[in-house]
C-alpha cells in the first residue's frame, strides 16, 4: 500500500502562484511515476501532469508554460509550480502515483484550489 498525502492549495488572486507538494509513504519502492489531476465543480477529473523516471514529464495543453512539475525519488515527493493562475484553474488537485507491478493508481485525497480575487 502507498499513501500520499498533499500540501498546499487554498485561496489565490488570479495571475498569482502557487506551489503543492504530495509526499508518498508506505510501499513505494515500486513506484515508477506520479503527477497530479484536478477536478473542477461539474467536471471529470482531468490530468495536469505527470513524471515519470524523473525526467519524462507530460503536461495538460492548458497549463502548459504556466506550471511545472517536478519529482524527488530520493525523498518519494511530487512538486507542481502554478505560475499565471486562473479562475479556471479553481479545482480540488489530487496527487497520483503509479505502480508498476502490479499496475496500480494510487490516489491522494486531494487540495482545494480557488483562485479568485
Known amino acids: 500500500q502507498v499513501q500520499l498525502v498533499e500540501?498546499?492549495?487554498?485561496?489565490?488572486?488570479?495571475?498569482?502562484t502557487?506551489?503543492?507538494s504530495c509526499a508518498a509513504s508506505g510501499s513505494t519502492f515500486d513506484i515508477n511515476g506520479m503527477g497530479w489531476y484536478r477536478q473542477a465543480p461539474g467536471k471529470q477529473r482531468e490530468l495536469?501532469?505527470?513524471?515519470?523516471?524523473?525526467?519524462?514529464t507530460?503536461?495538460?495543453e492548458s497549463v502548459k508554460g504556466r506550471f511545472t512539475?517536478?519529482?524527488?525519488?530520493?525523498?518519494?515527493?511530487v512538486d507542481l509550480q502554478m505560475n499565471s493562475l486562473k479562475?479556471?484553474?479553481t479545482a480540488v488537485y489530487y496527487c497520483y502515483a503509479h505502480q508498476r507491478w502490479?499496475?496500480?493508481?494510487?490516489?491522494g485525497k486531494g487540495t482545494l484550489v480557488t483562485?479568485?480575487?
Open 87 to 89: 479562475r479556471e484553474d
Open 48 to 56: 495536469v501532469a505527470t513524471i515519470f523516471g524523473s525526467t519524462v
Open 7 to 16: 500540501s498546499g492549495g487554498g485561496l489565490v488572486q488570479p495571475g498569482g
Open 18 to 20: 502557487m506551489r503543492l
Open 69 to 77: 512539475i517536478s519529482s524527488d525519488n530520493s525523498k518519494n515527493t
Open 102 to 107: 502490479p499496475d496500480y493508481d494510487y490516489w
Open 58 to 60: 507530460n503536461y495538460a
Open 115 to 117: 483562485v479568485s480575487s
